[in-house]
């Protein structure tokens, strides 16, 4: 039966009864709609006020991941500038490993410009030739290291990209939920006009472990490749404080090599200028006593001249006169001795000269031998010292 029906009573006139049970009916309806209406509000403020708060959770969460990410990009940062300091450092260490084997090599062309006398493989040879075979065999190792540090800073420099990235994507995620966080049932309508302005991206279900796990994975990245890094680094500076250590040690024996080889020649061309000065000496007596060996034969040339004039004009005595006295016995063995003396006065002569020959040859082979020394002594002290008096090595 209908509502009126049950109002209408069967003569036509009001059904008290029945309005009085619709009237009763419709109160506790409109009773059950105020406390469904206070279920209801109660209801939805409560999952707005847990929504605010796995929000606001959510965002304290992306926040602390924000954090770490930042407190590793930080890291990365400082040992990318690090590794790119070092590289310069190792680079300018190969620059000076280069200049040192131009003038090792320059002064073992020069020494080759020696007199072939003095062209000996000597102990400054030998330490030059050490000091090429190190400096090549440390040029070497520190373009190794270069490239692994330039690797190693295009690894860190991957993971920078990749903690930038995700910083990024925490960033707008961190903007968003706190947009959610602050959003009423006012706001909705603005809400909804810029969706209709703004494509959505497309999204793809991660889950609370998996989106950990991305940020996990990048960080762990960048902590293998700072430690990578810190172990080349040690490494590095490892090798530039050994490689600088040997290359001055080398250095210093090639220059105490060339120190004693130039005392050497030095002392040797010394020893034969002293030699020089008494051969010189001895050539100038030799010529002396040969002018005196000449007066000497002109005087008993002279004597002997007289003797034989002497002797001659006996003969001129009357027959009877031609007598061999003692005076004609001394004349005689005064032509004899005279005649022998300028004899042995003459080989004095010839030996003179002899003696002289020899000393000029003698002053000849000491002249060149000197030239030759200066020459070597020249190569060595001057023009290898002018090549070698800028090469220093500094701690790298």
């Known amino acids: 039966m209908s509502v009126p029906d049950r109002i209408t009573g069967k003569g036509g006139g009001p059904n008290l009864a029945g309005i009085e049970v619709m009237r009763n009916h419709s109160e506790l309806f ?8 206070s279920e209801t509000d109660k209801a939805s403020k409560r999952m707005q006020i847990q929504d605010s708060n796995q929000l606001g959770q959510r965002v304290k969460d992306i ?38 084997l131009r003038v090792t090599v320059v002064c073992l062309e020069e020494r080759m410009k020696r007199p072939h006398s003095e062209r000996l493989h000597d102990e400054v040879d030998t330490e030059l030739l050490k000091e090429r075979e190190l400096i090549e065999g440390v040029a070497s190792v520190l373009q190794r290291v270069v490239e692994q540090i330039i690797e190693q800073i295009r690894l860190n420099r991957s993971g920078k990209y990749h ?64 430690a990578n890094s810190l172990s080349l680094r040690a490494l590095a500076e490892s090798l530039l404080e050994q490689t600088a250590a040997d290359m001055q040690k ?13 005392q050497e020649i030095k002392s040797a061309k010394s020893q034969m200028e002293d030699q020089l ?21 002109t005087e008993n040339e002279h004597c002997l001249s007289l003797a034989q004039a002497r002797l001659d004009v006996r003969r001129n005595r009357p027959a009877r006169e031609q007598c061999h006295d003692p005076a004609q016995s001394q004349l005689l063995v005064e032509i ?43 190569i060595d002290e001057v023009v290898c010292a002018q090549h070698r008096e800028t090469t220093i090595i500094h701690n790298f």
């Open 30 to 37: 409109r009773a059950e709609c105020l406390r469904l209406i």
């Open 163 to 226: 903690l930038e990235h995700d910083l990024k994507d925490k960033f707008e995620a961190q903007c968003i939920d706190n947009s959610c966080a602050l959003m009423t049932t006012h706001s909705i309508n603005n809400l909804q006009k810029s969706k209709n302005t703004n494509a959505a991206l497309p999204s793809l279900p991660v889950t609370p472990k998996q989106w950990e796990n991305i940020s996990d994975i990048h960080i762990a990245k960048v902590e293998q490749q700072k």
């Open 63 to 100: 926040q602390f991941l924000r954090k770490e990410l930042e407190l590793k990009l930080e890291e990365v940062i400082v040992e990318i500038d690090d590794l790119i300091a070092l590289k310069s450092r190792v680079l300018k260490a190969l620059e000076a490993c280069k200049e040192v």
């Open 277 to 297: 000065t008494t051969i010189m000496s001895e050539i100038a007596g030799q010529q002396r006593i040969r002018e005196d060996l000449q007066v000497a034969i």
């Open 336 to 378: 004899q001795q005279l005649t022998l003396q300028i004899s042995r006065l003459r080989e004095a002569v010839a030996q003179s000269e002899m003696e002289q020959r020899a000393l000029v040859s003698c002053q000849l082979e000491l002249q060149e031998n000197i030239e030759v020394k200066a020459s070597a002594l020249y």
């Open 250 to 262: 080398q250095l210093q024996a090639t220059t105490e090599a060339f120190q004693r080889n130039v």
